[in-house]
């Protein structure tokens, strides 16, 4: 297919002509699973396989497509990128999380959003949870003083830390940081939060903001969105009202830590540990952490589990074919 | 009035030796060149013995003892020290439940999610620098998944309300049904692994469930099924879970505790699919702390004649 394009004219689409055409940059991590359950259902306009510059091929062949299909990873889906594509009415995207999106473009010009809803709010909330019980308990440190032989010869590993009855701050009571907060009332802790808004269905102490919410808390665990007002929110002055006991899990985005100051916190001891599936500039993650023990690091694989990546696929594919049928989308996302 | 002579087998927590130092004549054991030597130079003055989940008050020891009034563990599993000649002999034994559990069962729920979603694995693919390269694989979600509980005792029930936040279906099997639960029973351990996809032994180590956890139950919980201990290496029969492991047949396993600890089985160093921890169940600074203040507590009890805190004989 790519190989027609660099050497014919542009063609009319010739293949899959029933099917409705979706737009994609790039391809979504679930594509590694899934892709036949969406090339069977809709006619995948591929950009990455083009040899045509993306401004060009979206000229060419994406004039009347009215669907993309994106994810968190790939390039930004910029007003410059939606300008190239006139007839765009909806756009998909894989994840939760909105950050890669113009929400001012889409806005402007009715742009439809649908993203991954709560599919994926449990699997996220496991591994937070997971991460914080390997944070205060010593799991994968123990793990690898194991591997390496050493608990017969050095003796036992040093202690840990009791979770029960300890003050956890949930940055972000959404879905996925109210499931936080359901699982670790079970191991006998305490939950505050700091969110945009208070939420009236819980009984949680609320904040109004985060360094406070820090102040009162053995532990910060970062649930929210990447915004403007969110970036660089957790800084060297909230880790240092977290204290030198407290540990803070990141399953959010990498941004929303001061990266540099959160590794200068841990490095000097001014806070206790971490748990961390998000970077600021992934892959990269920095060598300053390699060193310690005390904190826990994941290739950002909160939502990489096979259940929810068919559940994420039937949900991307059950909103475009509710679009393409006129239908309301599954999970529309409120963009006001 | 006469010092009352302490014997502790090996060392535990700095904190509880220091607390029997300085109310009792304490005796390390382990520091002795000859133990048995050591052990008759003071048997006329040790009074009360301090062991843990690695060394007991065994039958040898209890002999060697004539004024032995009360084993003092530093533990909830009484399986080293030899109750029944306790019992015959009218010696006291204290252990330490209640202060424990929480910790354990947390740790029960942490290598479950450290299994199934791979944390020390991926952890390792992080450090090595192998993220660069491409994302780690999909793992398996734990939030729903049938979990099956060998021992519904106090361990048992507190890793059941942990599971249920995670909206886990639960089953058991125990000694005897527990009628004021709602959670499923199953009168084998056999039937309970054929319908459970997390297995984890939280019952205590007697004759009856050494080796529990046998080659046929690990096939009936299968290639995509985990397992996971909390309770005492020999509940599960180690040669045959190295062999279920490689082999595949049984898809993961989550161990704090081994046959014969500190050694563990070197073919499971290099699977993905196993997470070994140095018995740290009860490993925390405020369980410690609370487990020592039990033990000591226990022996002030008995001494000065009042009701032992947490007997077990």
Redesign the interface.
Known sequence: MATDQATTPPAPEIQSHDLSQVILLHPP?VFN?FKDLFSKKFHLLKAWESPLPLHEFLTNHAHSTQAMLCSGTGPPISADVMRLLPSLRLVVTTSAGLNHIDLTECRNRGISIANAGEVFS??V???A???L??V?????A??????HGL??TKG??P??????GKRIGIVGLGSIGFQVA??L????CNISYNSRKRKDFVSYPFYTNVRELAANSDVLIICCGLTEQTRHMINREVLLALGKEGVIVNIGRGAIIHEKELVQCLVQGEIGGAGLDVFEN????PKEL?ELDNV??????AV??????KDLCDLMIGNLEAFFSKKPLLSLVMNE | MESIGVLMLIPMNSYLEQELQRRYNLFKLWTAPQKPQFIKEHADSIRAVVGNAFAGADAELIEALPRLEIVSSFSVGVDKIDLAKCREKGIRVTYTPDVLTEDVADLAIGLMLAVLRRLCESDRYVRSGKWKKGDYKLTTKFTGKTVGIIGLGRIGMAIAKRAEAFNCPICYYSRTGKPDTEYKYYPSVLELASNCQILVVACSLTAETRHIVNREVMNALGPKGVLINIGRGPHIDEPELVSALVEGRLGGAGLDVYEHEPEVPEELFGLENVVLLPHVGTATVETRKAMADLVVGNLEAHFSNKPLLSPLV
């Open positions: 991590p699973y449990e699997d909330a496991d591994l949870v997971g991460l019980i390997d205060f308990r010593k799991v994968s123990s793990d690898r003083y194991v591997r608990w017969a036992d590993y202690l840990g830390s009791k979770l029960g359901k699982r009332e079970a191991f006998g992934e892959p990269d993650v390699f826990v690091l994941a290739p950002h694989m990489f589990t096979t259940e929810s990546f």
